[in-house]
């Protein structure tokens, strides 16, 4: 039994290698404009998942409204005019994140103040 045990472990595992590397060589293929497209979809899809549990733990707080929705309104907005940049011409990775980090760590700094998220 036990050796059956560590053997389905074994395979687990190389099937999570062959996994990863193939999705390393997906990405890999992938075009700077699609790797950013990729990320933009992403940050928007954390920045959606970071609001409403934020709500939850702080939406309570006078900060909220005043503090908290407007960051995240201007983490958006970021998003957006990258979204639109993405219209007329080609991004990349390194773009996207140059054009939205520092609103988006605005946004998870004053959460961090406000106690939801611990440093």
């Known amino acids: 039994m036990r050796r059956n ?5 074994v ?3 190389l099937m999570s290698l062959v996994a990863c590397a ?3 060589e ?3 293929k992938l075009t700077p404009n699609e790797k950013a497209r990729i990320v933009i979809g ?3 899809a954390q920045l959606n998942g970071a609001f409403d549990s934020a709500k939850l733990q702080i939406g309570y707080k006078p900060e909220w409204k005043t503090k908290v929705v407007p960051a995240f309104d201007v983490a958006n907005k ?7 940049i993405g219209k007329t ?3 990349d990775p390194a773009m996207v994140y140059a054009m939205v980090q520092n609103q988006v760590s605005n946004v998870l ?7 939801w998220v611990k440093k």
């Open 26 to 28: 997906k990405w890999n």
């Open 109 to 115: 700094n004053l959460c961090v103040q406000l106690g």
């Open 89 to 91: 011409k080609s991004l």
């Open 11 to 13: 395979m687990i595992v």
């Open 78 to 84: 970021a998003l957006a005019d990258v979204i639109q």
């Open 5 to 9: 045990l560590q053997w389905f472990l």
């Open 22 to 24: 193939t999705t390393q």
């Open 42 to 44: 992403d940050i928007q």
